[in-house]
């Protein structure tokens, strides 16, 4: 669980298909860091994925859902922005919490803009008022408020979030958006872009995102699986993609093999539903996904093993790929 870092990634990143090479002169380019930060659930990663127009980082309503620094890059002719979007801040429960809070905190001191937001669709309540404070303690970095899901709230309602954020902190700008109904959504860009410094790209032109495939695949069936399970489970789960090789012999076919990890034997009866249902419905939905992913016909694996307490244990945290 990596800060952002200013290096080229590697041959597993996710590419957009039809892009070509450019060097732009530093003095006509910008390049840089952006980071969505907010309570849990207030559309992080949505805004994401609508900023950078593909889907790099996984959504559900259900809490957190996002465990990772997954950055997503945006490509324009003027402008390189890679937005770093991070787990919801909360009150930590269990050292996997505690790990997710430090590596918010710490992408907050790496990035080049901070994008604070708050939904137009929820009264301000103690929990943003405290990562107000929380992001404007971060020094000289530039803070932009932007009030997201706008679409889920009346003309009135928005414009009294916008009011009521304004007087939360002293904001470079307050910009109101909705990733879902595209509004506003290259003037956040655009804001975000202003805060940049002057430089050549970071990354290959084309790249979406740095995230290795196996990671992305593993999920996008954790995302499946959230939408599918009781609201306290889904802070039990955990997915690992062990291997992803072609099938021998076959170029359009990648055999993945997975493992779900959850904390309890009943936590496991849950995801296996009655005669195993709801697994085989996950690993549908999750391989269809995937095969998007790859543009490939896919045969998922999907297992399912009990991790007792993995949320609460250093050694198995390590295990699952939540370092220190």
Not at 37 to 49: H, I, M, Y
Not at 220 to 248: F, G
Request: aromatic share 4%; hydrophobic share 40%.
């Amino acid at each position: 669980m990596g800060t952002p870092s200013r290096r080229t990634p590697g041959p597993q990143s996710r590419r957009h298909p039809a892009t070509t090479h450019r060097n732009p002169a530093p003095g006509d380019f910008k390049a840089g860091f952006a980071c969505f930060v907010g309570r849990p659930n207030v559309g992080k990663s949505t805004l994401t994925n609508a900023l950078v127009g593909a889907k790099v980082a996984i959504t559900s309503s259900r809490p957190q859902t996002t465990r990772r620094a997954v950055r997503g890059i945006v490509h324009r002719p003027d402008a390189q922005l890679i937005i770093v979007d991070t787990p919801g801040l909360h009150r930590p429960r269990t050292l996997l919490g505690e790990r997710l809070d430090s590596l918010v905190r710490s992408t907050l001191t790496e990035v080049d803009v901070i994008g604070f937001c708050v939904p137009a669709s929820e009264r301000i309540g103690p929990g943003d008022k405290y990562l107000a404070a929380e992001v404007a303690g971060t020094g000289k970095t530039p803070v932009v408020a932007v009030v997201t899901k706008t679409d889920e709230a009346s003309q009135e309602r928005v414009a009294a979030q916008l009011a009521a954020v304004t007087e939360l902190g002293d904001w470079a700008e307050v910009v109101p958006v909705s990733a879902v109904a595209g509004f506003q959504l290259d003037v956040l860009t655009d804001v975000l872009i202003s805060h940049l410094p002057p430089g050549r790209p970071l990354y290959p032109i084309g790249d979406l995102t740095d995230e290795p495939v196996q990671q992305l695949a593993a999920e996008l069936i954790r995302e499946a699986i959230l939408e599918d399970v009781r609201d306290e489970l889904p802070h039990s789960i955990a997915v690992v993609v062990e291997e992803m090789t072609p099938r021998e012999g076959r170029d359009d076919l990648i055999d993945v093999h997975a493992v779900m990890y959850v904390e309890r034997p009943s936590q496991k009866a849950i995801v296996l539903g009655p005669k195993g249902a709801r697994l085989k419905e996950v690993g549908t939905v999750a391989r269809s996904q995937i095969e998007a992913l790859l543009g490939r016909h896919v045969f998922l694996d999907l297992r399912i093993k009990v991790a007792k307490d993995w949320q609460r244990d250093p050694r198995q945290l390590r295990r699952l790929g939540f370092d220190d």
